[in-house]
Structure formats: C-alpha cells, structure tokens
C-alpha cells in the first residue's frame, strides 16, 4: 500500500519515482508510530526526524505534547515541504548517511522516522551510530522478512537502547 495518496511507497515498485527517492509518511501512520514511542520518552529526550518529508512526524510528536524546542528535523531535499513549517523546532539539510547534522548539540536520544527504502539498512545502521537511545523506523514488510538482513537483525532486533522498533506496512 501506499504511504502518501497516490504514490508507491518505493522507487522499486517501477511507478513514479519523486525527488531523491522521496515518498511522504501518510500523518496517522506517523501518529501510531508516536503514540507507541510515548512510554519510552521522558520530557528531557531530544528527537530527531532525518527525512522530515512533509513533517508527518514532527507533528505527530507536537500533537503529542512534546517540546518543539527537544525535535530535530532534517532532510536531504531543501525544498522537501515540511522544512521549516514548525516554530520551536530545529530544522538542517543534511544527509542522515553522514550522521547527526548539529555538532553543537548533543546526538538525540531517538530517532523515529520513515527512511528511503532503496537503502534502508544503510539508514537504519547510520541511524543507529547517531541515537543514544534508539531507532523506530516506518519500514516495509519484506524489510523484516529477508533472509540477507539476519546478521543485521542479530545485532540490532528488538526495541531498546540502540535497538530498532520495526514498524511494518
């Protein structure tokens, strides 16, 4: 299924392809992803959004209550449409592949958000090295499923401290 009105998920379906293998979180699957990270932030957690997209996720957090001032987003595309949209919050262009963008700031605690599934390991991994705390990523089924991920899933299944929360669709 698709997770923005009229558009694959991924560039490897063989349809239209955006800007930068971009396709935009639907806002109630970033709203369940918060919703399930909610036990696990305290207030002094900092969270980090690395393809900000339209911002489905730095709205579900703000919906959530969480302080504008804790989100960090960025995105590789300056132009994506959720840069910038929020006061309170942080925004950066930046490539995540490159680690935490703020040298200044300490890394985030979490780092929830729906990375370009043409390289999603590679993502997930760098995601990983960048949280103190750890990773939820919106990913699709057959993420989880493949066999050619095991070592991958040995070392970093399960949620917890610098583990990854797989949220599938």
């Not at 590789?76 to 592949?97: F, H, K, S």
């Not at 390289?119 to 995601?127: I, R, S």
Request: proline residues 8%; negative net charge.
């Amino acid at each position: 299924p698709s997770r923005t009105a009229g558009l694959p998920m991924s560039s490897t379906t063989g349809k239209k392809n955006l800007i930068l293998d971009a396709y935009y979180t639907r806002a109630e699957d970033a709203q369940k992803m918060v919703a399930r990270l909610l036990p696990y932030l305290t207030s002094s957690c900092t969270i980090w959004d690395p393809y900000v997209g339209a911002g489905a996720f730095v709205d579900a957090f703000l919906a959530a209550g969480i302080d504008p001032r804790r989100i960090f987003a960025s995105d590789i595309n300056p132009n994506a449409p959720g840069m910038g949209a929020r006061e309170g919050v942080t925004y950066a262009t930046a490539d995540a592949l490159k680690g935490w963008p703020w040298p200044f700031e300490e890394a985030p605690d979490w780092s929830p958000s729906n990375p370009p599934f043409s390289d999603a390991q590679l993502h997930a991994e760098a995601l990983i090295k960048a949280s103190q705390r750890g990773v939820a990523l919106l990913l699709r089924a057959g993420f989880a499923a493949s066999g050619e991920r095991a070592g991958f899933w040995a070392e970093h299944g399960g949620a917890g401290a610098n583990g990854v929360a797989c949220g599938v669709g």
